[in-house]
């Protein structure tokens, strides 16, 4: 049995449909069982990251975990998976990490929080592998609000420049990670096959979508600003805007044959991305829960 947390958001739903289509026995945890909507044939579980007995429950009969957490709850939140998992038996936890973790000169709060999450895994003595991803694509449905009011995309650090990277690329290598040995001990940098800014998206987004998209920069204290008005407490907006920041950095260009070497198929690019998603930029949200659900309002592609 493979236990998948955090199977209700972008990359846990999508890895849930790549395991059960290997025919790979999938229990599904959420704190909302009755808000999942998961594929039929999915043991569907409660359960909490901060609440260790709901995990013990969750765990049971469970060989390898794939293990996602957010924000500043990330190094408790994957200390109690960790233990529990190994206090019931499992053999491995697949973890889903952030290309902020691999980067060594970088010290933000999320570089920090998972490179803790990280440790903690290790620490359980379980077999580990760690998925490292540059910002997801996703990261732009964020930008849909304003897309569809003023045909316009308001972003901070233009000059910002992050290999992308398609959620579905992320959970078709956990899919393998999770399924094929060989991935023990491993921690891989995964990234898109471009490094785009986000007026270059802003330019892909506007062809996809058939339609002339502005690009206008905004300060950091704007974007912060929003990120708050969004009700993001001050500790995440934070951390989303050292994200950000580190956009200008090199390292966030960086571009790897990962998702080619582990998956057999070349790393998805943005405006295929785009394509597959231009529904979510064009039709008002229709607030079920599920779906591939995007962005945390504001969310930007330098995120992770
Ligand atoms: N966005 C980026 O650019 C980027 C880049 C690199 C790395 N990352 C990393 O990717 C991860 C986020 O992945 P994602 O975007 O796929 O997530 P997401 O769509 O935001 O979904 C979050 C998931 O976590 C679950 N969850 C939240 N709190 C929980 C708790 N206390 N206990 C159990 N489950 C909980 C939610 O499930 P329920 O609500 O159903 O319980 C949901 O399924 C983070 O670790 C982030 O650092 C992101």
Redesign the pocket.
């Known amino acids: 049995m493979i236990l998948v947390?955090?199977?209700?958001?972008?990359?846990?739903r999508a890895l849930v449909g790549h395991l059960t289509a290997l025919g790979a026995p999938v229990r599904a945890?959420?704190?909302?069982p009755d808000r999942?909507r998961l594929p039929g044939g999915v043991d569907v579980v409660g359960?909490?990251?901060?609440e260790p007995d709901s995990l013990a429950a969750a765990l049971r009969g469970v060989r390898k975990v794939f293990l996602?957490?957010?924000g500043p709850?990330?190094p408790r939140?994957d200390a109690n998976l960790a233990a529990a998992a190994a206090r019931a038996g499992a053999e491995a936890v697949v973890k889903?990490s952030?290309?902020r973790a691999a980067d060594p000169d970088a010290d933000d709060p999320?570089a920090r929080w998972?490179r803790a999450g990280e440790q903690a895994v290790q620490d359980s003595g379980l077999a580990w592998t760690f998925l490292r991803?540059?910002?997801?694509m996703s990261?732009t449905l964020a930008w849909a609000g304003t897309i569809r009011a003023a045909r316009t995309v308001r972003a901070p650090f233009a000059a910002g420049r992050v290999s992308v990277i398609d959620?579905a690329d992320i959970a078709a290598v956990a899919a393998r990670a999770l399924t094929e040995p060989g991935h023990d001990g491993r921690a891989h940098l995964l990234t898109g096959p471009q490094a785009l800014t986000p007026g270059e998206m802003t330019t892909i987004l506007a062809d996809v979508l058939g339609t002339p998209l502005a690009f206008t920069e905004i300060p950091p204290h704007a974007a912060r600003r929003a990120l708050l008005d969004h009700g993001l407490r001050p500790e995440t907006a934070d951390a989303v805007m050292a994200l950000r920041a580190a956009s200008l950095e090199p390292f966030a260009a960086t571009i790897t044959p990962a998702v080619q070497q582990l998956t057999g198929r070349a790393a998805t690019p943005f405006r295929a991305w785009a394509e597959r998603h231009r529904e979510q930029f064009t039709e008002e949200p229709g607030g079920e829960p599920g779906g591939e659900?995007g962005?945390?309002p504001g969310?930007e592609?330098g995120?992770?």
């Not at 945890?29 to 909302?32: E, P």
């Not at 359960?47 to 901060?50: C, M």
């Open positions: 947390t955090g199977a209700t958001g972008t990359v846990g945890a959420t704190r909302r999942a359960a909490d990251l901060g996602l957490s957010d709850d990330i939140h889903l952030s290309g999320v998972h991803p540059m910002g997801f990261n959620p659900p962005a945390e969310a592609p995120r992770g």
